[in-house]
T-cell receptor, first 113, second 115 residues
């Protein structure tokens, strides 16, 4: 399928390394954040989420950190595998009424065996 | 079904034609979202439904774009007088309840090409 990764910041790592993908979000009133993984030709796939009343949340091999002071979100992937290669997007949701998810620009992660 | 289903997966149309893109959300999900994704960009919000009503259509770029969800399940995104700039992947997502802030599950998208 057609790549969604053109013109995106790229992080290249070796298999087994830990990866950190960063995201600066825009709305200080956002109350919910999600990291999505998108492989070529597919829709975004949920990885992990975090609410604004938390600063860290862990999943399987993944950790999300939230720093509301500087409006920064990061995704840490432990022991990165070739199957982790994809474009990663952070998304934020405002806290008013029917606010929807707003996506960041995305980062392409390339994992070499 | 097990996930969000979008049809067709690919659509090629001529400039000026009318197209309809279909989304079947996960059964029981009340919230449904349409996004558009251009090459190398993140998904861009178009419209959000809560049940049958469009709770937020602020992302629709102009009046050539319209979406419906008449029975609170399947949704159709309609584009009139298509232009080459409409070419993109159109993504649909659903979630159980927006109020709870639960994750949105995405379909594979429909790749629209206007020639």
């Amino acid at each position: 399928g057609e790549s969604v990764g053109l013109h995106l910041p790229t992080l290249s790592v070796q298999e087994g390394d830990n990866s950190i993908i960063n995201c600066a979000y825009s709305n200080s009133a956002s109350d919910y954040f999600i990291w999505y993984k998108q492989e070529s030709g597919k829709g975004p796939q949920f990885i992990i989420d975090i609410r604004s009343n938390m600063d860290k949340r862990q999943g399987q091999r993944v950790t999300v950190l939230l720093n509301k002071t500087v409006k920064h979100l990061s995704l840490q992937i432990a022991a990165t595998q070739p199957g982790d290669s994809a474009v990663y997007f952070c998304a934020e949701r405002g806290n008013s009424g029917y606010s929807t998810l707003t996506f960041g620009k995305g980062t392409m992660l390339l994992v070499s065996p | 079904g097990a996930g969000v289903s979008q049809t067709p997966s690919n659509k090629v149309t001529e400039k000026g034609k009318y197209v309809e893109l279909r989304c079947d959300p996960i059964s029981g999900h009340t919230a449904l979202y349409w996004y558009r994704q251009s090459l190398g960009q993140g998904p861009e919000f178009l419209i959000y439904f809560q049940g049958t009503g469009a709770a937020d259509d602020s992302g629709l770029p102009n009046d050539r774009f319209f979406a419906v969800r008449p029975e609170g399940s399947v949704s159709t995104l309609k584009i009139q007088r298509t232009e080459r700039g409409d070419s993109a992947v159109y993504l649909c997502a659903s979630s159980p309840d927006r109020i709870l802030g639960t994750e949105a599950f995405f379909g594979q998208g429909t790749r629209l090409t206007v020639v």
